[in-house]
């Protein structure tokens, strides 16, 4: 399996609070991904980052913001939870972009209260 | 914009019987086309993937899938499925030039003893 792991992997937070998700890799990838996984909406992406300090936003990025000053670490932050914001979130990393397989994180399930 | 649409949200089949997933994408070039099985409460693993050449792919599993260009279509099938089959499959577009996939909304697989 690709080394990839998400902590924390289930958490419960209250509205309004700051929450920090984080992603490590031991596989020297430069692609790293969040996405959220809701019923019926299959995975959308969150933000992506093609390189250390270079990242981009995806097709939901309100509300939250990443980081990235490591090639191995990612950070999500959800900046003040919502309970629109309950998901389960996964991390992916991938050696190229778009023409290779993406391997996936186990995902943290996020309750908003 | 592209997109990935899995027409059917949940399939049921019996254990033995054939399968076919569904998938249309939109998309105006060839994409790179994937299609991933989620067993519940694990992350994604990549049964199969078509770049180019040969239009039926092989996957891991038994899985194979068809593209067809003037459908746009990459249909997942199986000759014969598994209890351990039953999951969550999702189909996903990788764009050229583009640094992410989009994924389908999933289709969950059901499989009668």
């Known amino acids: 399996d690709a080394g990839i792991t998400q902590s924390p992997r289930h958490k419960v937070t209250e509205t309004g609070t700051p929450v920090t998700l984080r992603c490590h890799q031991t596989?020297?990838?430069?692609?790293m991904y969040w996405y959220r996984q809701d019923p019926g909406h299959g995975l959308r992406l969150i933000h992506y980052s093609y390189g250390v300090k270079d990242t981009d936003k995806g097709e939901v990025s309100d509300g939250y913001s990443v980081s990235r000053s490591k090639t191995e670490d990612f950070l999500l932050t959800l900046e003040s939870a919502t309970s629109s914001q309950t998901s389960v979130y996964f991390c992916?990393?991938?050696?190229?972009?778009?023409?290779?397989?993406?391997?996936f994180g186990q995902g943290t399930r996020l309750t908003v209260v | 914009a592209q997109s990935v649409t899995q027409p059917d949200i949940h399939i049921t089949v019996s254990e033995g019987a054939s399968l076919e997933l569904r998938c249309n994408y939109s998309y105006g070039a060839t994409p790179y086309l994937f299609w991933y099985v989620q067993s519940p409460g694990q992350g994604l693993q990549l049964l199969l993937k078509y770049f180019s050449g040969d239009t039926l792919v092989q996957g891991i599993k038994g899985f194979e899938a068809e593209f067809k260009r003037s459908q746009s279509s990459f249909n997942l099938r199986k000759p014969s499925v598994h209890w351990s089959d039953a999951a969550e499959y999702f189909c996903?577009?990788?764009?050229?030039?583009?640094?992410?996939?989009?994924f389908g909304q999933g289709t969950r697989l059901t499989i009668n003893p």
């Open positions: 996903a577009v990788g764009v050229q030039g583009a640094q992410k996939l989009v």
């Open positions: 596989e020297n990838h430069r692609y």
């Open positions: 992916a990393i991938s050696e190229a972009s778009s023409n290779t397989e993406a391997f």
